[in-house]
């Protein structure tokens, strides 16, 4: 079974609107960790936001917000008033267990392109 | 440098050919681990190493993969006698140990093309 699933293979979506990634995952264990990363055409994977199982409040950073749903282990992240640097590949990642056991595991990811 | 350090950053190799990856994890980064990416596609594990614990090799393809981490830091991806089916992007990461530090942080990726 797909741990991590991304159903959404592109997006294109106007300049400034807000954009929704999909993202839900698999884990029987209690402890995990969502990772979301930005994969420009350069190639570089760029760290975006990250989502602990056991945090109370859904993660935010700038722009970027994460809507954690745990009961129906759904992982989005929000993009506010997107901007044209926003286009790249989008990939959301969990790693199970304690103390750093398991290995990060990726969906497929999102394309997205920002039109002006 | 603070970053994740990864060499060569591009290596075209003759198929056949024995080839070396290196990674240097950002210091005092307990956790490394090495993924490959073909054109296109997803990210796609190949071996975790977490401190001196032995390390996940479930993701590595074939006996021609390898890795090795040296003294809990400097890691090396080998492949031997390559084939055009590895050209890929090479990409490593390196972390804290969980709860001390979550976020995971890349190199720069080797491209690697075999002809």
């Known amino acids: 079974a797909q741990k991590i699933t991304q159903t959404q293979p592109g997006m294109f979506v106007q300049e400034k609107e807000a954009v929704t990634l999909d993202c839900t995952y698999d884990?029987?264990?209690?402890?995990?960790?969502l990772f979301w990363y930005k994969q420009p055409s350069s190639g570089e994977m760029i760290f975006l936001i990250y989502?602990?199982?056991?945090?109370?409040q859904n993660a935010t950073e700038g722009r970027y917000s994460l809507n954690f749903q745990k009961a129906r282990k759904s992982a989005n992240l929000v993009i506010s008033a997107s901007q044209l640097g926003d286009s790249a590949m989008y990939f959301c990642?969990?790693?199970?267990?304690?103390?750093?056991?398991?290995?990060?595991?990726f969906g497929q990811g999102t394309r997205l392109t920002i039109n002006p | 440098g603070a970053g994740v350090s990864q060499s060569p950053s591009n290596k075209v190799t003759e198929k056949g050919k024995d080839v070396e990856l290196r990674c240097d994890p950002i210091?005092?980064?307990?956790?490394l681990y090495w993924y490959r990416q073909s054109l296109g596609q997803g990210l796609e594990f190949l071996i975790y190493f977490q401190g001196n614990s032995a390390p996940d090799k479930s993701g590595l393809p074939s006996d021609r993969f390898s890795a090795e981490r040296t003294g809990g830091s400097v890691s090396t991806l080998t492949i031997q006698r390559t084939q055009q089916e590895d050209s890929a992007v090479y990409l490593c990461a390196s972390s804290l140990v969980w709860g001390s530090g979550n976020t995971i942080y890349f190199g720069e990726g080797s491209w690697l093309t075999v002809v």
């Open positions: 990642a969990m790693r199970e267990g304690r103390r750093g056991a398991q290995k990060l595991v």
């Open positions: 210091s005092g980064h307990t956790a």
């Open positions: 884990t029987s264990d209690p402890s995990y960790g």
């Open positions: 989502q602990g199982s056991y945090d109370q």
